[in-house]
């Protein structure tokens, strides 16, 4: 497994990936290849969130989980699938909370690559998963490295917003943050999924988001897909 990020990342997490544990990451999804195991998302695609969003140009981080563990489906942003591949109900749900909070239509395709490439940072915690069985890949490294992630975005001077839907995320950054003295913004409510989504319909952290982002002086959020 190649570390593909764009070369802001590189820099901010050389450290890091120098550590044993991204070794021995790599010496286990090498051994589920080799055990003809299927992995989404496709190698290529892993990190994908950091090449559509450099560290430099992140505005907005909305934090997942586990990728999506279906065919087709995960291809590296939390949330997202790619065009052609049906809505999960978590991401129908995203939508209808954007179309009550900023009366935008509802997009016939799934995929946020647009949101990606505006500096909206789409992070799971986890960035790989065995086909069929959720969470088969939590404990064995990914977390530390995207907490990493997280501790390095923190650090920024410049604010972020921080957006944490549902239990996992606000224990996930929470804990960072509550370290630090920031001017970040952290908006929290329930998971969209259709478990939870009572608690997550009229957050309205879409328009939240913005807001905070013009009164930075930076170029609002265009939520609006084809």
């Known amino acids: 497994m190649g570390m593909k990020l764009a070369a802001s990342w590189?820099?901010?997490l050389k450290e890091e990936l120098a550590k044993p544990y991204i070794a021995e990451l790599k010496r286990f999804l090498a051994q589920e290849k080799a055990e003809n195991k299927t992995i989404y998302p496709p190698e290529e695609m892993i990190f994908n969130a950091f090449l559509h969003t450099p560290f430099d140009k992140v505005k907005v981080v909305i934090m997942g989980q586990d990728p999506y563990h279906g065919p087709g489906q995960a291809h590296g942003l939390s949330f997202s699938v790619p065009c052609g591949i049906p809505q999960p109900p978590s991401l129908k749900n995203i939508f209808k909370e954007q179309?009550?909070?900023?009366?935008?239509?509802?997009?016939?395709e799934g995929c946020l690559s647009s949101w990606a490439k505006q500096g909206v940072l789409l992070l799971?915690?986890?960035l790989t998963v065995r086909a069929g069985e959720p969470k088969s890949h939590y404990g064995r490294g990914w977390e530390i490295f995207t907490d990493a992630v997280i501790a390095k975005l923190v650090e920024r001077k410049d604010p972020l917003v921080f957006v944490l839907w549902g239990k996992s995320a606000k224990e996930k950054i929470g804990a960072?943050?509550?370290?630090?003295?920031?001017?970040?913004?952290?908006?929290?409510?329930?998971?969209?999924?259709?478990?939870?989504a009572q608690g997550f319909f009229g957050c309205c952290h879409f328009s939240q988001i913005n807001e905070a982002l013009k009164k930075w002086g930076k170029e609002p959020i265009n939520w609006q897909l084809a």
């Open 176 to 196: 960072v943050l509550e370290e630090k003295t920031t001017s970040h913004v952290v908006l929290t409510a329930a998971h969209p999924s259709p478990y939870s």
């Open 99 to 108: 179309n009550q909070d900023l009366s935008i239509n509802l997009p016939k």
């Open 124 to 126: 799971n915690a986890t």
């Open 10 to 12: 590189h820099e901010v």
